[in-house]
């Protein structure tokens, strides 16, 4: 197809509507019709990209395989779609005008007042566009963060605008909104959707489809009324209830007709509707698996599940394709001791050792890794979990008790966690830790290698500190082996207690490649283990 389709979604009533997941949704259903397709975000805030930003902020840091590090819903993207996305796929106000402030230093715009209209939307449809004309994909679907009216959002929508009047059904536009139950009354309300999209009007948007988020089901009359009163037809208004999982939303949306209706307004054919027969394998395995499988999740982000989505999401799929309902249960790692890990974890299969930054909360880490180890219970390490791991052993097996990483200490005289080389002289935070995809060799005498059955790997990384090498043969000989080693800097990726059953820690982060259809499968192997145990 030599055209690119652009589909841009907007939410409007409320935050939080989910806008990640339709747009993932709307993705899968096209590309289940072989479309070539990718998914972006647009985030409005000033930051260049979210890897400065707290997770109570903004949930997890998610990276790409080109280093990227990324809104959470990029990890949705690749998670229903089973593609990768690269930087291209997220993008902040702050880089919008970075971009442009430096073209401007350099005298691209000389004699020009640069302006937010046409030099910074020019810029925002740039990057729209880059991927219709550089990547060649069918369908670009632009997911534009936050809602409707903020002051932020205002050059996107403008964007929007131009870009429909520019490309004409080639461009279409989906907002999604909130329909509440007003208890007292016993009613539906959809005036704050006529709000919404009175308000997306007024910036010049009409947007051609609706899709309601409700927590019940839409009746036809209130469906039509919105229809009316919103200026779209009525096969464009959909409806979005709650699930008891994400991942059935493209199934009920293929049931409303939603890729038919987007493929008649762009000029496409329609087709055969797609059977997505592995997606609804999955999700009927997921319906049928009746015993559970607990873990536990320790890290110091506990009240907020968005920290650790895409650890959420890995195990979920691991589980699924064992046959399990995953149950998860949040430990506090502030909160953990000798005293109480015992009956903290009773009743749970298998604990992961969350990644992380700083101080706080680590000593429950070493807590939970040192009872783990001992008690044989499956063990996953990730990133800092791993640093754990190693600084755990090298206390209490080794025998070196002022052991750490230089993260925590830098004076202490067994440093078996170190910084890694080329990190000492960096002094800027954003965009400047160990980032994306790289090699390691797997060991085909491990663990680790019975979870991946070959020896070459690719895994995404972001961190500074490393394991030292120094200590590595004190480690292998008292059973703490280094079974993933990267081939050009021989750093350590992989450790793992061979002799237990499922003790292995990650310098990488899994988490970011496992996808509904391709669970991964350290995951898988950590979720057999649990169930085994
Ligand atoms: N803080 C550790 C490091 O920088 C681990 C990072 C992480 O868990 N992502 O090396």
Not at 250 to 272: A, C, F, N, S, Y
Not at 418 to 436: A, C, F, P
């Amino acid at each position: 197809m030599a055209e690119t389709r652009y589909i841009f979604v907007t939410g409007g009533v409320a935050s939080s509507l989910g806008k990640g997941i339709i747009s993932s949704s709307i993705g899968k259903l096209l590309q289940s019709r072989g479309y070539k397709v990718t998914i972006q975000k647009f985030d409005p805030y000033i930051n260049i990209d979210p890897g400065t930003l707290n997770p109570y902020e903004h949930g997890e840091c998610y990276v790409t395989v080109d280093g990227h590090e990324a809104d959470l819903d990029l990890g949705h993207y690749e998670r229903f779609l089973g593609i990768q996305t690269t930087k291209a796929n997220n993008i902040t106000t702050g880089r919008i005008y970075n971009n442009v402030i430096k073209k401007e230093r350099k005298g691209d715009y000389l004699g020009k007042t640069i302006q937010v209209i046409p030099h910074i939307t020019d810029e925002i449809i740039r990057n729209i566009q880059l991927l219709g004309n550089k990547y060649k994909f069918d369908f670009v679907i632009t997911e534009i963060g936050g809602t409707v009216g903020d002051i932020e959002s205002l050059p996107y929508l403008e964007s929007i605008r131009q870009m429909k009047r520019r490309l004409g059904k080639n461009a279409i536009s989906v907002h999604l909104t909130y329909v509440p139950f007003l208890a007292a009354a016993k009613e539906l309300k959809t005036k704050p959707t006529q709000h919404s999209v009175k308000e997306l009007q007024s910036f010049g948007v009409q947007p051609d489809i609706l899709v309601l988020r409700s927590e019940h089901k839409l009746n036809d009359t209130l469906k039509k009324k919105v229809a009316l009163f919103c200026n779209v037809s009525d096969s464009a208004v959909i409806e979005s209830v709650d699930m008891p999982t994400i991942y059935e939303v493209p199934i009920r949306m293929q049931e409303q007709g939603l890729d038919e209706t987007i493929l008649k307004m762009v000029g496409l054919p329609i087709g055969k509707r797609p059977e997505m027969k592995e997606w609804r394998e999955f999700l009927a395995r997921r319906d049928a698996a009746k015993s559970t499988v607990n873990i536990a999740l320790v890290g110091k982000y506990v009240q907020l599940q968005d920290a650790y989505k895409s650890i959420l999401e890995s195990l979920s799929h691991a589980a699924t394709h064992n046959d399990r309902k995953l149950e998860v249960t949040y430990l506090n790692s502030e909160q953990l001791t000798d005293e109480n890990i015992s009956e903290k974890l009773e009743g749970i299969d298998g604990v992961v050792i969350c990644p992380g930054f700083g101080q706080r909360g680590i000593t429950g880490k070493y807590v939970a890794a040192k009872y783990t180890r001992m008690h044989n219970l499956p063990t996953f390490g990730i990133c800092l979990g791993m640093q754990c791991m190693a600084i755990e052993f090298a206390r209490n097996v080794l025998g070196y008790a002022d052991a750490n990483s230089t993260e925590m200490d830098d004076q202490t005289a067994h440093n078996v966690i170190d910084i890694m080389e080329e990190q000492k002289s960096i002094t800027n935070m954003g965009g400047t830790m160990r980032l994306g995809a790289y090699e390691c060799t797997v060991d085909t005498n491990s663990k680790t290698f019975e979870a991946y059955q070959t020896t070459s790997i690719q895994e995404r990384h972001r961190h500074r500190y490393e394991f030292n090498n120094k200590y590595r043969e004190r480690f292998e000989k008292k059973g703490m082996r280094c079974v993933g080693v990267n081939p050009d800097s021989d750093l350590v990726e992989i450790i793992e207690i061979s002799d237990l059953k499922f003790y292995i820690g990650t310098q990488f982060h899994p988490e970011y490649s496992s996808t509904v259809l391709k669970p991964h499968p350290l995951f898988l192997s950590f979720i057999k283990a649990a169930i085994n145990k």
